[in-house]
């Protein structure tokens, strides 16, 4: 967009700095070899969720499916959490052991 919007004054600009007329046909190839090696460069994301977005499910089957994955998922990253606090707690008690005062 800020290329597309910058053409016609970056093409003058060529233009008048070069004396050269054909200064903005050189500057729309080399955009245009530009926005190719972006198009083969760039992912397909066709009929695929976005990251972040809300998944989305052609019929019910499938959008048990993805319920069912999304809440393993959860249920593992408790699970982690569950963990992590167990050795925090482990942690504070080893410190708290060391030191007779703290209770």
Known sequence: MLIAGATPTAAAW??????????????????????????????????????????????????????????DNIEHKIEAVDEEIAALQKRRQSLIDQHPKLD
């Open 14 to 71: 060529l233009v008048e700095v070069t004396n050269n007329l054909y200064m903005p046909a050189y500057y729309l190839m080399v955009i245009a070899v530009i926005g190719m090696i972006t198009a083969i460069v760039m992912k397909e994301t066709a009929n695929k969720p976005l990251r972040g977005a809300t998944p989305a499910a052609s019929d019910r089957a499938e959008s048990k499916e993805i319920l069912l994955e999304h809440y």
